[in-house]
Every structure is written in C-alpha cells, then in structure tokens.
C-alpha cells in the first residue's frame, strides 16, 4: 500500500522532478516558517506546478501530482531571507488540501513507489552524450551528485529541467513516471528545434 503524509505544499512556476536541484530564495513569512520547520526537524516540503494564482500572495491553486523536496543546504544572509537548494525526491498526489491560517497550504498526499532504474537505451545514448557536454560547459556542482549518465530517468529529467519545454509539458512528464517516453518527448523537441545531437 502507498505511504502517505502530512506536508507543506510550496506552489510554484516551475516543475521538479526526482532527483533535480531546486535553488530558492525564501521571503514569504508562511514559507520561512516552513523552511525553519523543515530544517530544524528534517522533513520534506511538497513542490507543485501553480495550476492557478501566483507564486506570492493568496495561496495558489496547486496541480494534484508534485514532488517531494528536501533542504539540501540553506544561508540566511540577513533576516527575513533564505536562500536554499531543495533536492527533488519523490513523486505525490494530493489526496487532501487545506489551507492554514498563515496562507500556507497544507495536504494529505500519497508517495508513488521508487521506479526501478532504467537503464539508458541506446537509442537514447545521444541524449546522455548531449547531457554530458551540457555539464562540462555549466559545471558538475549545478546537478545532483552523483552523475548517472547511465540511467534513463535521470538523463530524461535532467534534461526535461534544462529545456525550454512548456510547462504543461514537463507536468505532464512528472505524472507521466515514464522515463523512456520522457526521453521519447525531449528527443522530439529537440529534432523539432533541428538541434544537433
């Protein structure tokens, strides 16, 4: 049976999937609450796509299907401001939401199982050689350690995350689980855009 659990749920303009790096800047009292709940006990915070609203302000409306994220390394350089990189873990569904007092949304959410990992199908090896050269070019320390060049899930999510593909697209990768048709799709876009791979 699916785990399940209580978390805060940071509703953002952006999608992350497992395993991704995730840099934020926290400003937002109900969000350094939470940063600080996170931090002192050691718990995850859930990362959803805003399905409607905005990222500051009323509580947005986030899509049902997000991922789990914990506080990798954090600074507070003054009060009143955290700056952290959040590392994506697992894939969830709301099951529940509400929202607190402070205007922090709160949500009942099952975890999906660990995928089994894939390893990278050759048709594919061009993407991880691709991915390889991106991260010569940008440095190691901008991906989560360690490098799995050899695992279709993470080549296809590091480069979904790279890509300028739509949002919609890259939700619908996350509740997609599928890392072969998630290389199928970043294959694709890149041929439409007649990038040489």
Known sequence: MPATLEIPIFPLGT???PGGLLPLRIFEQRYLAMTKSCIR???PFGVCLIREGAEVGTAAVPHA???T???AQWDMPHL???QLSAQGDCVFRILEQWTAKSGLV????ELDDPPVPLPLPQEYEELGALLERIIAKVGA?????PTRLDLAGWVAYRLAELLPLDLDTKQRLLEGRDPIAALREVKGFLQSRQ???
């Open 65 to 67: 299907v997000g991922c």
């Open 80 to 82: 009143g401001l955290f």
């Open 141 to 145: 320390s901008r991906f989560p350690s």
């Open 106 to 109: 709160q949500a009942q959410v």
């Open 195 to 197: 990038i040489a791979l």
């Open 69 to 71: 994220a914990r506080i």
């Open 15 to 17: 999608v992350l999937y």
């Open 41 to 43: 006990d050691d718990t």
